[in-house]
């Protein structure tokens, strides 16, 4: 049975950081893309960032230069560093692993809540 299990979310000041973790067991973690998306309230979840099997990243333009995408193929898990935080940043994180012609699976979310 495939998991990803995200944590680390919560609730932090503007500028505040948090790093999300997401452990996966059930897949080839070394195989997969793996990505973190977010959805916001009344929103359409959108792509965060990414890390191939190879290591290359892409980050969506509203987080770059703040946020870290990172994965540790031997504890099959993949990281989300977060700093600089904003309002904006609000959201449902999600992640997410892509194999090259295989089911894609999703972790059940963890809520990050950046507010005064």
């Known amino acids: 049975q495939v998991q990803l299990v995200e944590s680390g979310g919560g609730l932090v000041q503007p500028g505040g950081s948090l790093r999300l973790s997401c452990a996966a067991s059930?897949?080839?973690?070394?195989?997969?893309?793996m990505g973190w998306y977010r959805q916001a309230p009344g929103k359409q979840r959108e792509l965060v960032a990414a890390?191939?099997?190879?290591?290359?990243?892409n980050y969506a333009d509203s987080v770059k230069g703040r946020f870290t995408i990172s994965r540790d193929n031997a504890k099959n898990t993949v990281y989300l560093q977060m700093n600089s935080l904003k309002p904006e940043d609000t959201a449902v994180y999600y992640c997410?692993?892509?194999?090259?012609?295989?089911?894609?699976?999703w972790g059940q979310g963890t809520l990050v809540t950046v507010s005064e």
């Open positions: 997410n692993a892509e194999g090259s012609g295989l089911r894609g699976y």
């Open positions: 059930g897949i080839i973690f070394s195989i997969y893309a």
């Open positions: 890390i191939t099997s190879g290591g290359i990243t």
